[in-house]
């Protein structure tokens, strides 16, 4: 079927913009992004000094203290995924896991090391790969020692 000549003229009066309009977009959307990201920094950031205030009187026998530890390592790690920070979002998963699975038996210095990376990679000044190899290393203990608990 053959194509009209004004449809033809349209499309091309159409796509003759579509570069500009696109270039305009994306830097409305990045724009957009540096402000969520100036504004969600501060909030993870937050988040993450609260649950070092926590965690920094940790006692393993305290089951208070142990649920209070573990309520803050959640919200955190949901903070993180709400504010694409998976490094972050994953060494509070992992504390969490510690604090539910290894109960009274919870090493406290494992716990003052995830705190102390936490602080570090959610003041948003760490290296990326540091923070995902400190992630990863965090996890690894954390199995080792719940492995070890059973």
Known sequence: MPVPADLRER???FDAGY?????ESVARAEAAEARVRADTGDVLA???ARCAGVADGFAAGDAACRARC???AHRLRGTALGVASPQVARMAASLARLLAGAESRTPGALVAA?????????DGKA??????????????A???VLARLR
């Open 11 to 13: 499309a091309l009066a």
């Open 19 to 23: 570069e500009e309009a696109l270039e």
């Open 46 to 48: 937050a988040e993450a």
């Open 70 to 72: 573990l309520r803050a």
């Open 114 to 122: 995830h705190v102390d990376a936490l602080r570090a990679a959610a």
């Open 127 to 140: 290296d990326a790969r540091a923070a995902e190899t400190l992630a990863r290393e965090l996890e690894a």
């Open 142 to 144: 954390v199995a080792a």
